[in-house]
């Protein structure tokens, strides 16, 4: 059951993680002056507690899932080279890498 | 902040930073405030008897019986920083053998949302009047006060005092009440 959920994708690009970040940081803080305004008004910290808990709701909704907002900058990957056996003789360098990352 | 799991981390622990921040504010709009009000005491009546202590060593030691009424408003105390009231009646004397005497008599819990006018009638004591002795015959000046602890949501917890006291004498001999 456990790989179903794995299996489902939630990266962000490099700016979609930033914008993230930047936008629940955003809605906290909001949330949490508007909070202690409010419950320093009427004298109740619970109310306080609960417009943190309202934005903090709000926050999980918009970053956690990734959005195609999220995925608008991509990194552009070089296009991946063939392998071929032909390969092994032309770049021995790689060839060695790979031997050493295949010992470890 | 690739994978879902790690920004509910990232997310959840700023919340819970920012909630701690807030609660920190919470403490310091209060922090000075000055939580006395004034109370109003009266004795109704007043009896003592010279029973065996059993709390103490084997001897016969005065008891008293007090019935009082109460009334004060507690409701400017009350504000967001105050989850309930601990109130405690004392009464302070002096005898032959102790310079300071201190005993609670009473006490009750008033939590944020009850009713804060305290308006009672006719309290017998709670809680055994024990002298340490037999200072409590014929003693001219016992002074009750009403005092309270202040529990917060965040912060210290003092003990307050409040402003208004009763002085009253105890009787001169044993078994007979004395009404006020």
């Not at chain 1, 690009?13 to 909070?35: M, N, P, R, T, W």
């Not at chain 2, 109003?40 to 008293?64: A, C, Q, W, Y």
Request: glycine share 6%; proline share 5%; aromatic share 12%.
């Amino acid at each position: 059951m456990l790989s179903m959920f794995k299996s489902i994708p939630t990266h962000m690009d490099y700016k979609g993680q930033k914008l993230a970040e930047q936008i629940f940081q955003g809605i906290i803080l909001v949330s949490a002056v508007i909070g202690f305004i409010y419950g320093l008004f009427i004298q109740q910290f619970g109310w306080t507690v609960y417009i943190m808990l309202a934005g903090f709701t709000v926050s999980c909704l918009l970053t956690l899932p990734p959005w195609p907002m999220y995925r608008k900058s991509p990194l552009s990957w070089q296009p991946a080279i063939p392998e071929t056996s032909g390969e092994n003789r032309d770049k021995p360098q790689e060839n060695q890498s790979q031997k050493k990352k295949k010992h470890k | 902040m690739n994978t879902v799991l790690s920004r509910a981390n990232s997310l959840f622990a700023f919340s819970l930073s920012v909630m701690a921040a807030l609660t920190f504010g919470c403490f310091v709009t209060t922090a000075f405030k000055d939580r006395s009000v004034p109370v109003d005491i009266h004795v109704s009546k007043v009896m003592i008897k010279n029973v065996d202590d059993f709390t103490g060593p084997r001897e016969r030691s005065d008891l008293g019986f007090v019935t009082f009424d109460l009334s004060a408003n507690l409701q400017p105390i009350f504000d967001w920083n105050v989850k309930e009231l601990f109130l405690y009646l004392t009464a302070e004397y002096t005898t032959k053998s102790n310079a300071l005497n201190q005993v609670v008599l009473w006490d009750k819990i008033v939590l944020r949302g009850e009713n804060t006018k305290l308006n009672l009638k006719e309290v017998k004591s709670k809680y055994f009047f024990f002298d340490d002795g037999n200072g409590l015959r014929a003693n001219k000046n016992i002074t009750l006060t009403l005092s309270w602890n202040v529990v917060p949501n965040a912060g210290i917890l003092p003990l307050v005092m409040g402003s208004g006291h009763k002085s009253l004498a105890f009787p001169e001999s044993y078994e007979a009440a004395k009404s006020y």
